[in-house]
Structure formats: structure tokens, C-alpha cells
């Protein structure tokens, strides 16, 4: 686990340690989708499910009476389970790998803890205590309803039962004959409805969840729709994560904004000033490369309309594509070697300033970047 994080600019809201709070009906991929997004983000990934099953294999080795909710309340609620430095899930301070929690005979028996109302109260209350005070990503049934019904961001992830049955019926073991999709289909609406209608820990869309619906969407894509959404409630989440390729300058006052000490250029230079407006290449729907500078640095601020600033680190070629608004009173300053692009909506101008002699290359972004792309444009400039 990782120490708090420092706070942010911004004042006491944006400053506030941000909660992504996942929850969603089973198959909508969950799983993959809020690790990734942890990573991307550099926060810490709490997964509530792991929780449930170690305190299960607990139960099953404890020679505790399963059938007794009283007794398994009694052991459940006695227990500490929490997480290693590795990430994984320990009870009572042993770690338990996958080969354990997934075990085929844990799966079957979870429901004796999770749906045990003690059991989940004990587990609840341990979980808030794990992300308190911390930026995190929550993925969990009751993830937005219950763990963190205050997080920023709460996103219910889906899929259609389609959608699902094709992803499971892709992963079924060689050598065994498939069912058909809609056999699983059904198997999964019934597991919906189950879970929608459980006493305790009951799968439900939040008032103020994001629903987002993951049908014909690459893990990737789904993940940068979501680290969209996340810096949309705070815009200084992505900034700390591409704080190698970026420096910014911002003010609370109109006029000028000091966007960095000495010599801003690197090379003694001096800087261009100009003004630019939107080209066919650089605006939404158009964008299929990235620019990276060569002998000096550039440095923008929105001057009126909707503006983008995509990244995309500065090895030989882009790489995972991030991008962020850009905001007003608010100075962008790329330092060389940083692929980026900056996208500008119909009507926008951006103030620019660039050292003197740089240079620039382009390098094409491949489909699945562009993917990456389309998902943060679809957030931060809709229609």
C-alpha cells in the first residue's frame, strides 16, 4: 500500500484524495478494467471481491458450521483481511495467492460470507478503512452504493448478456465443447436478476453513477473513457502522471502567468509568440499523429473555446496515448521529445510561445492509440 498522496492545488475540493468507485453486474469486466485504470493513475486498487474470497477460505480451513450464519459471522467478524505490498489479499497477515481465493472449491462457497449481513458490515468498514485519506480505485458490487457511496467518480460498467456470453464462451477451456450463447446468455440474465434482488450487497445503478456500456469496446477504450471522466472531476489528477513530458503554470489572476524559472528554453533562446486557430489535422475526428520538438520548449493557454492536450510520453515512438483540457489562465509548457498534439474545437484560439530554432517531427498513431484517443475526445468534447 501506498502513502497518501500530497494534496493538489485547487483548494480544499480538488485537493480532497480522489475515490473511483466500479461496480457493475458480473462479466462487464471489472477486473481488468479497474487495475488498469489504477495503474494509468497511479492509485491505489482495492478489490473488494479478493476480500470476500480470502475471508471464505478462512471459513472452509476453520472447521466453522458454513450452515450456521451465526458461526460464520463469528469467524468472518473476527478476522483482519487486508493487502500486501505485492497487491495481494492476506488474512490475518498471510498472503493468499490466486491458486487459493479462486480455488475451485472457495468460488462455490462465497455467497456463505457475502451474503451474511455481519460479515459484510465487518468487511465494509475494513474496506473504507483502506482507502481513507487515499487516492483509490473501489471495484466492487456495492462499490458506489455502499463502500463509497461520497466517491467522486462512480461508474457502473456493463455489457449487454450478449456481450458477456461471446467473452466467456472466448475464454472456455480447450478441449471442452461449448455451450451455446444464448444458454449463457440466460445463465447470465438469471445471475442479474439474482443479484439485483440479493437482502444484502444488492447490484444497483447509482443516481449519480456514469453508466457505461463496454459493448464493442477494447479494454483500452474503456479505460481511457474513464481517466476522462476521472480529471473531468479533477483536473489536476493526470498532470503528476505526465510530469516529465509537462510543465504547468497557472493564476488565479488575469494577465500574465510565469510558466517556469530561468532559462525556459533550454538553449538560451528566446521565445515566438503567436496565436493559433483550429486546423483540419488538428481537430477532433482528424487527428492521426503526434508531434514531438526538438531543441527547445512550447508552451500554450486557451484563449477562448475548448482545447486538448494529447501526450503520449517521449520514447521513439508514442506510446499510451493521455490527453487532459486544457484550461483557461492556465499555461501548457511541453518539454522536448514529448509526443503530443494539441486539438482545438471549432471557434477556439490558443496563445502560443516556442523557443527559437526548435524543431518538430510527426510520427503516426497506430488504431489502437486513435481508439484511445476517440475515448478521451468523446468525454471532453462531446458532439
Known sequence: MSDPQPQRPGGPVMARPMVVAIDGPAGAGKSTVTR???ARLGMLFLDTGAMYR????GLLRSGADRDDPAAVAAYVCARRIGFGADGQVQLDGERLGDELIRAPATVPEIWRVADNPACRAHLVAQQQAIVAGRDAVIEGRDAT???APDAQLKVYLDASPEERARRRLAEWPAGSPPPALAEVAAQIRARDEKDMARAVGALRLADDAVHLLSDGRSADGVVALLVAHAVQRNPFLLERRVADQLTVGRS???GYVRVAQGDVTGDGGMWQLGLTNPTPERMPGGVADLTRNRGGRQAGVLVQGRAVLVLAGRGDAPGEVAALPILPQ???????????A??????TICAWAESSGISEERHPLDQAQQAQLRAFLEVYLPG
Not at 54 to 57: D, R
Open 330 to 340: 492556465t499555461w501548457y509548457v511541453i518539454e522536448p521529445g514529448a509526443w503530443h
Open 252 to 254: 488565479r489572476a488575469k
Open 54 to 57: 480470502a475471508a471464505t477460505v
Open 145 to 147: 452504493t455502499v463502500i
Open 342 to 347: 494539441v486539438i482545438q474545437d471549432h471557434g
Open 36 to 38: 488498469r485504470l489504477a
